[in-house]
């Protein structure tokens, strides 16, 4: 995603996080479609060229902004998958609801718009180069919750015959459809019976290694 | 989704099925930046005004059309859900994935993008009504398949414990996350493991339920 800096000098960490942390709040106050990246750069006290070198659109800042936000979510193995997986996807849910409710006057109505999100797909779609960074995103962001399943599952605690990206799928999947598509709620009683669902498996007939 | 004609005449389902004929030649064509309202009407010889009326803008447009391609997926229950959902849900890989490639050109590279139904998700975030109509749409829709699962745990297939919606969520969401999100193949395989998976479960010890 990101474009190398045309004089080889190293960006400060200190004007990125300026930049992320302006479009961030612009983000919040107005929703996305609101504000321009002169704005973000006027906020960040930043030249405007600066910016536009580091992302030369708002998509490709939007994308920084997400992989930020996503970093604050940490992944922790305790040994027990279950709480692990519900703690991590619960920290999921909450920043997806609150990239929902972005800029939106929610007061007195029930939003269940994607808001942010629908945009960043929508962004991952219409440019190639914004679709390459959003799934490397992605990529190196579920590496973290896929080492959890595979660990748990070297430890006994998950079938050999799980694939630890279709179990990951599964989860990760339901949040954001519901998120996307159905517009349902994600809240905390929802992960956890999802979490549930997936480990114990929805069929009444045990799976032949299980016996 | 749909205004109420003005005038309360009925309009005749020849018209629209024209129109939306129209739209998805167009649309496969060209993709759905690539063409206009106006060249919808003029390639279904229909007016202007009548298209307007009907569909006031290109996504209420989109709508109608992903909820024709939808209706085109059957959903049937022969009494064996593993079989039944792998059909179903091969079909809706299939769907989403000729979306995908929907008017790209796709000779010599691996277009990962999301394409329609990214528009689609963007649309309905962006325009309350448009939104409603998604929602509306998948709520509809969604209901022959949580139907299918809500059989099955009436004749004992299912766990008495395992929610339609959070199993469907695990499916649908899952194939939707590889479209939107992840960019990964949503083949044949894929959907045949991830219905053995959502099934019969990741972790290695069984639900008390089941015991």
């Known amino acids: ?12 960490e200190g004007t990125d996080g300026r930049i992320l942390r302006a479009a961030h709040e612009l983000l ?6 609101r504000f321009t ?11 405007k060229t600066t910016l536009y070198r580091r992302w030369p659109t708002k998509d490709h800042l939007l994308v920084a902004l997400v992989a930020k936000l996503q970093d604050d979510v ?7 998958i279950r709480h692990d997986l519900t703690v991590y996807l619960t920290a999921v849910a909450t920043g997806l609801d609150r990239m929902r409710r972005v800029g939106r006057d929610t007061a007195g109505q029930a939003d269940r718009s994607a808001g942010v999100v629908a945009e960043l ?36 605690a998950l079938s050999p015959g799980a694939s630890s990206e279709v179990v990951f ?43």
Chains 1, 2 share one sequence.
């Open 121 to 156: 797909v929508s962004a991952a779609a219409r440019h190639p180069d914004v679709g390459d960074a959003v799934r490397g995103l992605f990529a190196r962001r579920n590496a973290l919750p896929l080492r959890l399943l595979d660990h748990a599952r070297e430890r006994g």
């Open 74 to 80: 940490e992944v922790t193995d305790t040994g027990d």
């Open 1 to 12: 995603m990101t474009t190398p800096a045309r004089r080889g000098r190293p960006r400060s």
């Open 37 to 47: 990246i002169d704005e973000v750069a006027a906020r960040a006290t930043v030249a």
């Open 169 to 211: 799928d599964q989860l990760a999947g339901a949040l954001y459809y519901r998120l996307l598509i159905t517009g349902a709620p994600i809240g905390a009683g929802y992960v956890e019976e999802l979490v549930d669902q997936v480990l114990t498996g929805a069929a009444t007939t045990p799976h032949p290694e299980r016996i």
């Open 28 to 33: 919040t106050e107005r929703g996305y479609d």
